[in-house]
């Protein structure tokens, strides 16, 4: 066998690591309200078949820390909202909480810590103003300890905390607790640590349930929405979520100020009076988000990167009160299979060569993805306008490009639809397009214009 060149063995391996390290903001939740969880070493396993890079906790499981020594995934451990009184008043008792939570697992890649869950619009409402200086004592610890420049301190908050999101230019925090938020931001800042959120297309659906908001929740092709305080057009719910807190937090004066999305996802099932649950919608919403995530295409007020992002969640919790969709979130079961398959694993994800883009892996699905015979030039636009939004090559059918002619909505869109689909992941539902395109195995290639796909 004839050995490669020391550069082309470089550039191959450089190319490998930018591929693993671009899965980074990729994470997931792992709650544990549940009596039927796989054991902590078979859920590291699980994990790092995956392209997961992070995995939040709500408390500090002690055999998952362990679980997850010399994998390289990051974690972020929590400590509880009952935690936050004593945090606040004692610093003795946050230098043991972090001896007991972090000192004592120097192996595993410990990399926030989050002070209480969704503080700021809890019931108890006594602990808002013990929040800042629970995170102040966690922080002090961690410094003395020297890891004050690798473990970052947070807080995780729901969306509430805006009083209005819509549109997003417009976001600001609720007036209620300005002060207090100018303090953590303050915090923040001077901490280089993340602003945490809790961003739910899937709850903004529930309450308007039209087919234009569900598409628009799940990264679908949609006619978009315009901010009319910037003329911004958002083709997506969860950019312009995130939008709305970059906004706020710009409005406070901390653009320098870092967004992680703690919590996003949508439920596979529910009770019959909700909206929204359903197999194929959370395969949409998840495998979308991922696929955008992916792109780095970014949000509008925050292009060309990805922010961290962890999808809740690793597995349903069967324990958990409230509807049923609370207890079906689930990416994996507790047999360690797929609920469905968002295109996570590693074997249908990372290449062992760089591979031509138009070549299929074995994983994926054969063809090319084109309009439906029936489909009006107006949804063919709506189609259109939505993939060259997402940040793919849409110049081969701009002027000059090989798929310029024919000049034809109905012409762009098939390219455009196409080039969506086979980016994507080549899964059925990145054909769907709001039923509106089907897979052919029929090349649509013409002349010089090339449609990415095949068999």
């Known amino acids: 066998m004839t050995s490669l060149h020391p550069l082309i063995f470089f550039i191959i391996f450089t190319f490998l690591l930018q591929f693993a390290n671009s899965q980074s903001f990729v994470g997931v939740n792992y709650g544990q309200v549940a009596d039927n969880l796989p054991a902590p070493e078979a859920t590291a396993k699980l994990l790092q078949s995956t392209s997961i890079g992070k995995v939040r906790m709500y408390g500090a499981d002690p055999g998952i820390i362990r679980a997850l020594a010399n994998t390289g995934i990051g974690i972020v451990i929590g400590a509880a909202n009952g935690d936050i009184p004593a ?14 939570n972090v000192l004592a697992y120097p192996d595993s890649n410990i990399i926030v810590i989050t002070v209480g869950n969704e503080v700021m619009t809890a019931v108890d409402q006594t602990l808002v103003s013990l929040c800042l200086p629970a995170m102040q004592n966690v922080q002090n610890a961690l410094n003395a300890a020297s890891l004050g420049g690798k473990i970052k301190v947070s807080t995780v908050h729901s969306m509430a905390v805006l009083s209005s999101s819509d549109p997003p230019s417009s976001a600001v925090f609720n007036s209620g607790f300005s002060d207090t938020m100018r303090s953590l931001l303050k915090f923040h800042s001077a901490n280089g640590s993340p602003f945490m959120i809790n961003p739910y297309p899937f709850f903004a659906y529930q309450s308007d349930t039209r087919a234009e908001t569900l598409a628009f929740c799940l990264f679908q092709p949609n006619a978009g929405r315009v901010d009319s305080g910037n003329g911004i057009k958002y083709m997506n719910m969860f950019d312009a979520q995130v939008d709305a807190v970059r906004s706020a937090l710009n409005a406070m004066g901390f653009k320098d100020v870092e967004i992680v999305v703690a919590e996003t996802g949508w439920a596979y099932k529910g009770d019959p009076n909700e909206a929204g649950p359903s197999m194929d919608n959370a395969k949409a919403y998840n495998g979308n988000l991922i696929n955008h995530l992916r792109s780095k295409v970014g949000t509008p007020l925050m292009p060309g990167k990805s922010v961290d992002t962890y999808i809740f969640a690793l597995y349903d919790e069967n324990l958990k009160p409230g509807p049923g969709s609370e207890r079906s979130f689930g990416l994996f079961k507790p047999d360690l299979s797929m609920t469905y398959d968002v295109g996570l694993s590693k074997n249908s994800q990372t290449p062992t060569t760089p591979t031509n883009p138009s070549t299929p892996s074995p994983v994926q ?10 489909v009006s030039d107006a949804q063919l636009q709506s189609n259109l306008d939505y993939v060259c939004s997402q940040g793919l090559d849409c110049g081969p059918i701009q002027p000059g490009g090989a798929c310029f002619e024919p000049n034809t909505v109905a012409a762009h869109a098939a390219y455009a639809m196409n080039l969506l ?35």
């Open 365 to 374: 699905s054969a063809g090319w993805c084109v309009p439906k015979a029936d």
């Open 421 to 455: 689909y086979q980016t994507a992941g080549r899964n059925p539902w990145n054909c769907d397009f709001r039923q509106t395109a089907t897979v052919t195995s029929n090349n649509p290639s013409y002349n010089s214009c090339v449609y990415p796909g095949g068999i």
């Open 87 to 100: 945090l606040a008043s004692d610093p003795n008792y946050a230098t043991q909480w972090v001896n007991s």
